[in-house]
C-alpha cells in the first residue's frame, strides 16, 4: 500500500503567509499580550540586533501609540561605545524611558568582584535582579532564542521566576496553543522572549526587509584585535592584550556585540546587509558557538547561569 | 566563494517560503533521535561547533559514535539519565521552508508534552520500528494527534533495514495504522518507510525500496500544504488590546488589536462584538504598518470600527450572522498537566482566548486509557498525563467554538488561582473521548468462518 501525495508548491495558497511574517505576528502578538497583562512591563535592551528588532516589533505592535513599555540596559561597563551611543540615539528618537543598571557601580562599592579572567557577562545576574525588585517589574522582555543554546531549546516564551529570579526547568508550566499564562505572585515575575521562533538568519532577515539601523561593528570594519581562545577580541581597558598576546590589524565584524571581554569579531568582508546575510547563511558555526567564550564554559554553563536568573 | 556559500546562496532570499511547525513522537528506541538528528544534520542545520561539543561529551560518556540525542537533550537531567524531560524546539530551514520541531519525549508519563507540542503543530510525524508494528504507544500517538486536530499526520516506518526492505511489513503496518488513525478522526495519513541511520527516504529517495513511490520524510515536509481557504472558516478575533494614542496627531484613533485567530476579516464587513452582542461595521485594518482591506488567520492586526461602542481586551469580534453562541457551562475533553490533580467541585481560572474567567469544575465524567480508548466513568479526579471529560461552570459567558471547528477559539487552560500553576489544556465540545454506549459485540451462533 503506497500513499501517494499531491505535491503543492509551498506557497500555493493567496492565504500562505511567509515565515518571516508568520514570525512578525507571532512576536506582536506576544508584546500585545503583555501589554494586556501586566502592570510593568520593560524591555531589556543593549543596543544589539536581538533587542533593536525587539523594539521594533514593540513600536509596530501599539502603532500609533507609543510603545507602552520602559527600556532596562545592565551596562557590564565593557560594552562597545558604538552600541551605547546607538541606544542613546534610539531611545531619544522614540520617546522611550531607559534605566540602565551598572555592573561598575556595584563593583565599585564593592557588592561585586571582578573575576579573576576580566569576564563580565556573569557578573550582570546581580544588577538585573535587583533592578527587577527595585522597580516592580512584573514581566521582563528579553531577545533571547531557542536556537541559541540548548538549555535555551526548552525555554517557554513565558518563563516564570521566583523572587531570586530562579529558572527552574522542571517546574515550567506546559506552553499550550498560543495561549500564554503570565499568573504569578506579588515578587515573582515572567520573563517574556517574543523571539523564541526566530533563527539567526530569520533575525538579518527581518533587518534586511524592514530597512532597520544597526550599529556600525555589525558590518565589515578594520579593528585592532588580538587572538585568545581562538576568538578575535578587541583591545581595551577591559583586560586584553595580556603581554603574550599580540595585537594585529584586521577587518572583522561582529556577528554579536555583547560584554568586551567574551565577544569575539569573525574575519569579514561583508559590509552591507545582504553580504552578511550570504556570510551567515554559509556559516557552519553557530552565531555563539562563534563569538562566545562564556557558552563554552561548560556543557551546563547556560543552564546553570538561567537558574541563577540570567536572561 | 567556497562551495558552501554557493549552496547556500539561495537562502540569502527565501523571503517567500512558508514556516511549517511540526511534531515528532516516539521513543528513543524507534530512532526518533537519529531521525530528527539526521534531518537537522542533512539539512545542514548541525553546525560545526555543536557536533564538536556533541562529540566530546559523548567521549566524555564513554561513548565510541557521537550521541545525536545529545543535539536535543538540553538539560543536565536529561544528559544524566539519557532521557528527554521537555519538549524541545528545534529550527531548520531548506530552500523551500522554514521549520520549527517540536521534538516531544514518548514515554507514557509525558503526554502532556506530546500533547503540547502537538497543541501548534500542523503535522505529527509518529514513528514505528518496523520489527515492532503498531505498538501501545503507536496509538497514544495517533490518539495525541487525533484529539489535538493536527491536520496531517505522517506514519514513518523507521528500521526499514531491519526486515530486509520487505514491502508487505511495511504494507501491514500501514494499513493497521491507517485505519486506526483515520477512526480517531486523523483526517491525512501519510506512511513513509524509512531507516534513520542509513538514510532512506529521509532526506534522499531509497535506492533499497524501489517499490516505493511516495515522497521522502522531508520532501513531504516541504510541500505539505500549510494554508487553505480562510474564507471558509468561521472569521475569529479576540481582542488583545485597545489601541487609543490620544496624541494631538491621533486625537481620535481607537483601534482594536489582536490576531485573527480564525478566517478572513475584510472592511466593510458587518461584525458583532460578544459577548455584548452590540454589531458595527469595519472601517480599515492596519496590519503593522499598512492599511488593507482584507486580512487572514495568524495575522496580527488593528481592526477599526465605525461606531464608538464599548469593546475591551477578553471580547470577540465575529462577522454578524456568523457569530459563536455564549454559555457559562463548558463540556470539554481535558488533558492534565500540572502535578496536582484536578477535583470535582474545584474552583479554577479558565483562560480562553484573551479572557480569563472564574470557574468551578462540575463534573469529571469520564477518564480515557489512550492505549485502547476505554472510558473510566466518574474518576472523581484527573492526575498529571491523564485525559478526561470535564464540565466546568464559568462565572461569565464564553463565545466558545467547538475545538474541532476552530482550534484556537476551541481551546482553554485551567489555572489554580493561588499559585498560576497551568493545570489543564481543555478542547471543547465532542471528541473521540466523548462518553458514549460501547456496542457489544456478540458471537452470532450459526455462523461457520
Given at each position: 500500500m503506497t500513499t501517494v501525495v499531491n505535491v503543492h508548491e509551498a506557497t500555493d495558497s493567496p492565504f500562505a503567509l511567509s515565515h518571516l511574517d508568520s514570525l512578525e505576528s507571532e512576536a506582536v502578538h506576544i508584546f500585545r499580550e503583555v501589554a494586556g497583562e501586566f502592570e510593568r512591563p520593560v524591555i531589556l535592551f543593549s543596543g544589539g540586533k536581538d533587542s533593536i528588532v525587539m523594539l521594533h516589533l514593540a513600536l509596530k505592535a501599539f502603532a500609533p501609540a507609543p510603545v507602552p513599555f520602559t527600556l532596562l540596559h545592565v551596562d557590564t561597563g565593557h560594552n562597545f561605545p558604538e552600541v551605547l551611543d546607538y541606544r542613546d540615539r534610539a531611545v531619544a528618537r522614540h520617546g522611550l524611558r531607559l534605566h540602565v543598571a551598572s555592573v561598575q557601580d556595584y563593583i565599585d562599592a564593592g557588592k561585586l568582584r571582578e573575576r579573576p579572567d576580566g569576564t563580565r557577562n556573569p557578573l550582570q545576574t546581580v544588577p538585573l535582579t535587583e533592578a527587577i525588585q527595585q522597580h516592580r517589574f512584573d514581566a521582563v522582555f528579553g531577545g533571547g532564542r531557542r536556537d541559541e543554546e540548548k538549555a535555551r531549546a526548552?525555554?517557554?516564551?513565558f518563563s516564570l521566576r521566583d523572587e531570586f529570579s530562579q529558572w527552574d526547568p522542571r517546574r515550567q508550566r506546559p506552553e499550550l496553543w498560543q495561549l500564554y499564562n503570565g499568573r504569578h505572585a506579588p515578587g515573582e515575575h515572567v520573563r517574556v522572549f517574543p523571539l523564541s521562533n526566530w533563527t539567526e538568519l530569520d533575525v538579518w532577515q527581518y533587518i534586511a526587509r524592514e530597512g532597520i539601523e544597526l550599529p556600525e561593528i555589525y558590518f565589515a570594519h578594520e579593528r585592532e584585535v588580538f587572538a585568545r581562545n581562538g576568538m578575535w577580541l578587541t583591545a581595551g581597558e577591559w583586560g586584553g592584550p595580556k603581554d603574550t598576546e599580540t595585537v594585529e590589524k584586521r577587518l572583522i565584524r561582529y556577528r554579536t556585540v555583547g560584554d568586551m571581554s567574551c565577544t569575539g569579531a569573525v574575519d569579514s568582508d561583508a559590509t552591507t546587509l545582504d553580504a552578511v546575510i550570504a556570510e551567515i547563511a554559509a556559516s557552519r558555526l553557530t552565531e555563539r558557538g562563534a563569538t562566545r567564550a562564556d557558552d563554552k564554559m561548560s556543557e551546563a554553563a547556560m543552564e546553570d547561569r538561567k537558574r541563577e536568573g540570567y536572561f | 566563494m567556497s562551495t558552501s556559500t554557493e549552496q547556500f546562496a539561495e537562502f540569502a532570499d527565501v523571503s517567500a517560503t512558508t514556516l511549517l511547525r511540526f511534531a515528532t513522537a516516539g521513543s528513543v528506541d524507534d530512532g526518533k533521535s537519529t531521525l530528527v538528528g539526521r534531518l537537522l544534520h542533512d539539512s545542514k542545520s548541525v553546525l560545526t561547533d555543536q557536533l564538536e561539543a556533541v562529540e566530546a561529551a559523548s567521549l566524555k560518556r564513554g561513548q565510541e559514535a557521537p550521541d545525536l540525542a545529545l543535539l536535543t537533550d538540553g538539560l543536565r537531567a536529561e544528559r544524566e539519565q539519557g532521557i528527554t524531560i521537555d519538549v524541545a524546539y528545534r529550527y531548520f530551514a531548506t530552500a523551500r521552508r522554514r521549520f520549527i520541531l517540536a521534538d516531544t519525549p514518548g514515554h507514557v508519563q509525558y503526554t502532556r508534552n506530546m500533547v503540547t507540542g502537538a497543541s501548534t503543530a500542523e503535522l505529527a510525524v509518529v514513528l514505528v520500528d518496523a520489527r515492532n508494528g503498531v505498538v501501545e504507544q503507536t496509538r497514544r500517538h495517533a490518539a495525541v494527534a487525533a484529539l489535538l486536530r493536527v491536520p496531517h499526520v505522517v506514519l514513518a516506518v523507521n528500521k526499514m533495514d531491519l526486515v530486509e526492505y520487505a514491502e508487505p511489513v511495511f504494507a501491514a503496518i500501514a494499513e493497521e495504522f491507517t485505519t486506526y488513525a483515520s477512526e480517531l478522526g486523523v483526517p491525512e495519513i501519510t506512511a513513509i518507510p524509512i531507516s534513520a541511520l542509513a538514510g532512506d527516504n529521509v532526506v534522499e529517495p531509497s535506492a533499497n525500496m524501489d517499490w516505493y513511490g511516495g515522497p521522502t520524510v522531508l520532501e513531504h515536509l516541504e510541500t505539505v500544504p500549510v494554508s487553505h481557504d480562510l474564507t471558509a472558516c468561521h472569521a475569529r478575533f479576540p481582542v488583545q488590546y485597545v489601541i487609543r494614542p490620544q496624541t494631538a496627531e491621533h486625537p481620535d484613533y481607537r483601534g482594536y488589536a489582536g490576531q485573527i485567530a480564525a478566517g478572513a476579516f475584510r472592511v466593510g464587513e458587518e461584525i458583532t462584538v460578544l459577548p455584548s452582542g452590540r454589531t458595527s461595521t469595519i472601517t480599515g485594518i492596519d496590519a503593522l504598518g499598512e492599511s488593507v482591506d482584507i486580512a487572514w488567520a495568524p495575522q496580527s492586526v488593528t481592526i477599526r470600527l465605525a461606531d464608538d461602542i464599548d469593546i475591551s481586551r477578553g471580547d470577540l469580534l465575529a462577522p454578524v450572522g456568523d457569530a459563536p453562541t455564549t454559555s457559562q457551562d463548558v463540556e470539554a475533553t481535558v488533558c492534565h498537566v500540572a502535578d496536582q490533580p484536578l477535583a470535582v467541585g474545584q474552583r479554577v481560572l479558565l483562560k480562553h482566548t484573551t479572557r480569563t474567567v472564574k470557574a468551578i469544575v462540575k463534573e469529571i465524567p469520564s477518564r480515557l486509557t489512550l492505549d485502547d480508548l476505554s472510558q473510566h466513568p466518574n474518576p472523581g479526579q484527573l492526575v498529571a498525563n491523564d485525559i478526561g471529560r470535564v464540565v466546568v461552570r464559568t462565572a461569565e459567558p464564553l463565545a466558545l467554538d467547538a475545538y474541532a471547528d476552530s482550534r484556537r477559539t476551541g481551546s482553554f487552560l485551567l489555572i489554580d488561582p493561588a499559585d498560576g500553576t497551568t493545570l489543564a489544556a481543555g478542547m471543547a465540545g465532542e471528541s473521540f473521548a466523548t462518553t458514549k454506549a460501547v456496542a457489544v459485540v456478540e458471537d452470532e451462533e450459526g455462523w461457520d468462518f
Open positions: 526548552k525555554e517557554r516564551v | -
